[in-house]
């Protein structure tokens, strides 16, 4: 499926989440996913969790609410 401006596949988040908190999963996610060559998946769940078990950021609010959408490879 085309997702929004032609993207194939998206990782959103369902909520407004702190750019701070945002950056760091991100950052988790895409070191997951290129440089350990994780699925999307298991890069996401590494990710969530990672960032939940650091100081400040163990809310759900801060990591749970991140999906992934499309067709991921």
């Excluded at 929004?4 to 991100?26: C, F, K, N």
């Excluded at 699925?39 to 100081?55: F, G, I, N």
Aim: hydrophobic letters at 40%.
């Amino acid at each position: 499926p085309i997702l929004h401006a032609g993207a194939r596949q998206v990782l959103v988040s369902l909520w407004p989440v702190e750019d701070g908190a945002t950056a760091d999963l991100m950052h988790r996610f895409y070191a997951g996913f290129f440089r350990d060559c994780l699925p999307p998946a298991e890069a996401l769940r590494r990710a969530q969790d990672d960032l939940r078990h650091q100081p400040g950021r163990q809310a759900p609010h801060y990591w749970a609410g991140f999906e992934l959408h499309g067709d991921w490879p």
